[in-house]
């Protein structure tokens, strides 16, 4: 079986994928042009979706692609063909999806910053911190990382309600409702996560309406994607005080611009989409356990729906 590696780490996944799977004949390349001879004769790929597109766009046909990324977004591009099986980085961001949410979670309870501030200014700061204990939690978008994202909140205390596009009864949350019941959750936690997906309906999600029915004590973390956010509704609403604060990890351009008000809105801390990288080394298990399940005609796992999109 020959694969292609299209990714900016390809010598690492070359050499993993080699050491574990001796057998296999993997090929890749940082040249472009010697990938995309190397496309046309792989019917598996393993990549990252930009690079994979842009082979895609080529003309290349791969049998089964799958992607090092939790999403797949730029392989729904207008244009592409959706004529062979694709899977995505599924069960291998959930522990550092959840430290993540933690550290800022934490740092938020404790005025980390705002200790920081004082320290700057040489002021002593001995006020009360808070702790986690009793704190509510929405986590919207309950999947395969939310899930796993609130078994690692619950230690602390926390109660975790979920979003998900159909209400269920699921442990450890307290609640897994419908999208249609964002509005009432909102206003009564402490934390709102979004974790949602690139699709037509997670568009401009979080706007002003929805921002002036947080608690202006909440702090709002968006781990998701970027278009989920209506980012002059975001600033607004922190300058009101709608919310206490906002953690960006994705925007709707990457880099953000210069000029873009995130930089210097208050209460807005940016994080440069690093919450959840990918681990080549659980990325590579993924997909050997894909691999043979293709081979054997069996179902992969995170397996995308292109009519929905992941």
């Known amino acids: 079986m020959r694969v292609l590696i299209a990714e900016h780490d390809y010598p690492v996944y070359t050499q993993l994928l080699r050491q574990a799977a001796p057998e296999l004949e993997v090929m890749s390349s940082g040249d472009s042009a010697e990938l995309s001879r190397f496309a046309a004769q792989c019917p598996v790929w393993l990549g990252q979706p930009d690079l994979l597109a842009n082979l895609l766009r080529q003309g290349h046909a791969p049998q089964w692609l799958q992607s090092t990324w939790a999403g797949v977004t730029p392989l729904l591009a207008d244009g592409l063909t959706r004529d062979y099986r694709l899977t995505r980085a599924v069960g291998i961001f959930g522990q550092v999806m959840a430290e993540f949410v933690l550290t800022y979670m934490l740092g938020h309870e404790r005025e980390v910053l705002a200790r920081l501030m004082s320290q700057v200014e040489r002021k002593w700061d001995n006020r009360s911190s808070q702790s986690l204990a009793g704190r509510k939690v929405l986590i919207v978008g309950a999947g395969d990382i ?102 960006i990890d994705v925007c709707r351009q990457e880099p953000l611009p210069q000029r873009h008000p995130f930089w210097t809105a208050w209460g807005l801390l940016l994080t440069g989409h690093s919450a959840a990288p990918t681990s080549p080394v659980a990325m590579v298990e993924l997909f050997l356990a894909n691999l043979k399940a293709f081979e054997a005609g069996e179902p992969l796992r995170g397996e995308v729906d292109f009519a929905r999109g992941y």
Do not use: C, W
């Open 146 to 247: 939310g899930l796993s994202v609130a078994q690692f909140l619950v230690p602390f205390g926390v109660q975790v309600y979920g979003i998900a596009s159909r209400a269920r009864t699921q442990a450890p949350f307290v609640e897994v409702a419908a999208m249609a019941d964002l509005d009432r959750l909102v206003g009564e936690v402490d934390y709102v996560v979004n974790l949602l997906p690139n699709t037509t309906e997670t568009h401009d999600l979080f706007n002003a309406e929805r921002f002036a029915k947080f608690k202006p004590s909440g702090l709002f973390i968006n781990v998701g994607r970027g278009v989920a956010v209506v980012d002059a509704d975001l600033v607004e609403a922190l300058k009101e005080g709608h919310l206490a604060g906002a953690v």
